[in-house]
């Protein structure tokens, strides 16, 4: 399975993204998928995931403002992102474990560039 990160772009401090993860096969028997997002000159954090229960987990810094989803019937996952701040700009990147006892792939995409700024 492929993942491929979509819906990044401008916006300003305050404004709303929703970036959206498009698997080239079925995601209903991946474990988890997640988000992940890297700044310029910083290390790659993750963001916030989802697993196959629905269970879902943020950073610090995401709770509150983002909302993670999958839908199965696109095969996708979406990262609703509200309320930005110029310190959310960074390249996202979605990732996948694909069983319980698997570890996240780190098969990186291209990602898709959010930048937050007035």
């Known amino acids: 399975v492929q993942l491929v990160e979509s819906g990044g772009g401008l916006v300003q401090p305050g404004g709303s993204l929703t970036l959206s993860c498009a698997a080239s096969g079925s995601i209903s028997m991946i474990y988890a998928m997640g988000w992940y997002r890297q700044a310029p000159g910083k290390q790659r954090d993750l963001v916030a995931t989802?697993?196959?229960?629905?269970?879902?987990y943020y950073s610090d810094s995401a709770k509150g403002r983002f909302t993670i989803s999958t839908d199965d019937a696109t095969n996708t996952m979406s990262l609703e992102m509200t309320n930005l701040k110029p310190e959310d700009t960074a390249v996202y990147y979605c990732?996948?474990?694909?069983?319980?006892?698997?570890?996240?792939?780190?098969?990186w995409g291209q990602g898709t560039q959010v930048t937050v700024s007035s």
């Open positions: 990732d996948r474990r694909p069983g319980f006892t698997d570890d996240w792939t780190r098969a």
């Open positions: 989802i697993n196959h229960y629905g269970t879902t």
